[in-house]
Each structure stands twice: as structure tokens, then as C-alpha cells.
């Protein structure tokens, strides 16, 4: 496989349960990011691994845990979330997080994971 | 703070029409500008970017221009298609925004035959 592959694809929960997010990429990227697309507004920036280390957690709920066991796998525990945490969850890479200036550090996003919770 | 402001949409077109969807954006320095489309049930693409002012961008038709006096980069297509139909993201990455890529809304197309 190729690009940035998540999984589930659909994912329905209550609010007790506990479920993961899966993103997995075979692009030789460092960065891995997580974001959010709730309907019509931006996208959210939640976090932020370069090297499996986290540089960026944009004021997430502590209720949304990510993990980033290495540089192709990040993972986006959920627990105890509420119904407006409903959404669809994008899971990107890039080089590194350099930027994108020099013309090889365009993220490339997964299909994404659509969350609903009941 | 960098910001990004689109048009809202929906913008419904007629195939062959002339397309334009408008993108502006605040930032301090010089950022690079992107759009990006997610057709339905995808995640985000690269559609095409620029990383100076006066670059045009192009990709499968599209175009887009960096404007550092009007602060734009509207996006342009001179004939659309029914497979064009998708919502567009415009977005900016500057130094002062480390590595945020900080995105617009969004503006879907429909493009009906």
C-alpha cells in the first residue's frame, strides 16, 4: 500500500465507550498530524509528531489521547467523548515539519475517519 | 494570527462554465499558499501551490496567482467539469505559524452536466 492509510473508515460510539483511530503511512514521512473537520468550519489542527515526538497539541480535550509508537503509525485514543465531538477525523504526514516552502513538505492526508457519537 | 478567508458556497455551475473561488489571507511575512480538494468520501489533495508572490500555481487546469498586494490567491478554472465537483480549501503556511498549515472553511463546487 501507498499514502496515508486510516482506519475504520466509519466509527460509531457511545459515550463510555473507549475506541482508537488508526493511521498508518509508507511514505518515509517524519511528521505525522491530526485534524479535525467538523461541518462548515475550518480544520482543526489537534496534534503534532516529528520524529514520534509530539510538538504540537493545539488544545485538545484531554478526553482525545493520540500515540506515535513510531514514524509510519499514530493512533487517536478515544474515551468519554460527547456527541459534539462528532466528526471527521483526518490523519496527514509530511517530510517533516520544516514547511512546505522548499517544495517537499506538502502534507498528504488519508481518507479520514468519520466519528460519530451517540 | 494567520487566518484564511474563502468565499462560502455552495457554488453551482453549469459544465463549462468559468470558475472562480475567491481566497484571501491574513499573514505576517511571506507565506506560501495552497489550494486543496476533498472529493467526496476523500481525505484532502494538493491541488497546487505557490511559494512567492506573482507564482502561479496550476494543476489539471486549474490556476491560481499570488497576489501579495490584494493579499489573494483566488482560484480559477476556465471550464469545469461534473468531476470537478468537490469542496475546495484554500490555505497558507508561514514561518510564524511554525508548522501549522492553517486552512479556510472550505467551498464545495457542484457542477451539474
Known amino acids: 500500500e501507498t499514502g496515508v492509510t486510516q482506519t475504520p473508515r466509519h466509527l460509531v460510539m457511545g459515550m463510555t465507550n473507549k475506541k482508537s483511530l488508526k493511521c498508518e503511512q509508507h511514505?518515509?514521512?517524519?511528521?505525522m498530524y491530526w485534524y479535525k473537520q467538523s461541518a462548515k468550519k475550518p480544520l482543526e489542527l489537534m496534534f503534532v509528531?516529528?520524529?514520534?515526538?509530539?510538538?504540537e497539541n493545539n488544545s485538545v480535550p484531554s478526553r482525545f489521547s493520540p500515540e506515535c509508537p513510531n514514524s509510519s503509525h499514530l493512533f487517536l485514543h478515544l474515551h468519554t467523548l460527547q456527541p459534539e465531538d462528532s466528526a471527521l477525523y483526518l490523519c496527514?504526514?509530511?517530510?517533516?515539519?520544516?514547511?512546505?516552502?522548499?517544495?517537499?513538505?506538502?502534507?498528504?492526508f488519508g481518507a479520514g475517519s468519520r466519528l460519530t457519537v451517540l | 494570527g494567520d487566518s484564511v478567508t474563502q468565499m462560502e458556497g455552495p457554488v453551482t455551475l453549469s459544465e463549462e462554465a468559468f470558475l472562480t473561488i475567491n481566497c484571501t489571507y491574513t499573514?505576517?511575512?511571506?507565506?506560501?499558499l495552497f489550494w486543496y480538494v476533498q472529493y467526496p468520501g476523500e481525505g484532502l489533495q494538493l491541488l497546487l501551490k505557490?511559494?512567492?508572490?506573482?507564482d502561479k500555481g496550476s494543476n489539471k487546469g486549474f490556476e491560481a496567482t499570488y497576489r501579495k498586494e490584494t493579499t489573494s490567491f483566488h482560484l480559477e478554472k476556465g471550464s469545469v467539469q461534473v468531476s470537478d465537483s468537490a469542496v475546495y480549501f484554500c490555505?497558507?503556511?508561514?514561518?510564524?505559524?511554525?508548522?501549522?498549515?492553517?486552512f479556510g472553511s472550505g467551498t464545495r463546487l457542484l457542477v451539474r452536466p
Open positions: 511514505l518515509g514521512h517524519n511528521a
Open positions: 490555505a497558507l503556511f508561514s514561518k510564524d505559524s511554525s508548522y501549522k498549515l492553517i
Open positions: 499573514a505576517t511575512g511571506y507565506p506560501s
Open positions: 496527514a504526514s509530511s517530510q517533516d515539519t520544516t514547511g512546505p516552502s522548499s517544495g517537499a513538505n506538502v502534507l498528504t
Open positions: 505557490a511559494t512567492k508572490a506573482d
Open positions: 509528531y516529528n520524529f514520534k515526538e509530539q510538538t
